[in-house]
């Protein structure tokens, strides 16, 4: 069995957190999924440090209000429709952009929130970066 990313796999082995009981190892690949990306002058295409979870974040996991029991703050969220996207995450705006691409079972366990919303538990050297592109503005009326 693959290992979860370091966060996660030691907060499972702690007990600190479990997985959801219907999350998906084995699932057929997700197309067209959207992901709040950061973009700057320099980076304008997604890394891997767009596809961390809350609890891989410093100055978010040491809040003093941050619940390292709940198993969506271990998790990558993606959602299916992107102007639901755009309303959750106050989008567009300053130095953050939308990047599309997929998920499949190589990079980690699936859960399904509900049907806008997933989270993908990534498995330890998965390079989600791969399969994402920057949403240019001028794709804007074609994607929706």
Do not use: W
């Not at 299916?80 to 755009?86: A, F, G, P, T, V």
């Amino acid at each position: 069995m693959r290992k979860f990313k370091e966060t996660l796999q030691k907060a499972l082995d702690e007990g600190v957190t479990q997985l959801p009981d219907d999350i998906e190892m084995d699932f057929k690949m997700v197309d067209r999924v959207y992901r709040a990306i950061k973009i700057t002058g320099s980076k304008t295409e997604p890394d891997e440090s767009d596809f961390l979870a809350q609890a891989e974040i410093e100055r978010i996991s040491n809040r003093e209000d941050f619940d390292k029991h709940d198993i969506g703050n271990y998790g990558c969220s993606f959602f299916m429709d992107r102007k639901i996207l755009e309303l959750a995450m106050f989008l567009p705006r300053k130095n953050k952009g939308i990047a599309i691409g997929s998920i499949c079972s190589r990079h980690g366990a699936l859960y399904r929130e509900n049907s806008d919303h997933i989270m993908c538990f990534i498995y330890e050297g998965a390079k989600l970066s791969d399969d994402f592109k920057v949403v240019k503005d001028e794709e804007v009326d074609n994607d929706r």
